[in-house]
Nanobody, 112 residues
Framework: QVQLVESGGGLVQPGGSLRLSCAAS????????MAWYRQALGNQREWVAT???????TYAGSVKGRFTISRENAKNTVYLQMNSLKPEDTAVYFC??????WGQGTQVTVSS
């Protein structure tokens, strides 16, 4: 089993920044691809960004240029730096450790 703990969410004004963290622990036998997803109230969960074992990154069009995903393999931790936040970025953000381990989520609210 793999446990994931997200942190770093909160309330921020439009245009502000937040940095999310996701620490993996448990039965980790290899470095895996990790990703961030988000789910706004009343919406389906959507993919935000992915980072592979070797550091290759991909982003959803809605966050490209504003969000940056990174990782520290020695700490089994992935980060999501979110800049120029918009009200539509408001959601619960979830970390995923491939193939199918998920954290409990951290709330991000962008509002003035």
């Amino acid at each position: 089993q793999v446990q994931l703990v997200e942190s770093g969410g909160g309330l921020v004004q439009p245009g502000g920044s937040l940095r999310l963290s996701c620490a993996a622990s448990g039965s980790i036998f290899r470095i895996s691809t990790m990703a961030w997803y988000r789910q706004a109230l009343g919406n389906q969960r959507e993919w935000v960004a992915t980072i592979t074992t070797f550091g290759s990154t991909t982003y959803a069009g809605s966050v490209k240029g504003r969000f940056t995903i990174s990782r520290e393999n020695a700490k089994n931790t992935v980060y999501l730096q979110m800049n120029s936040l918009k009200p539509e970025d408001t959601a619960v953000y979830f970390c995923r450790y491939y193939p199918d381990y998920w954290g409990q989520g951290t709330q991000v609210t962008v509002s003035s």
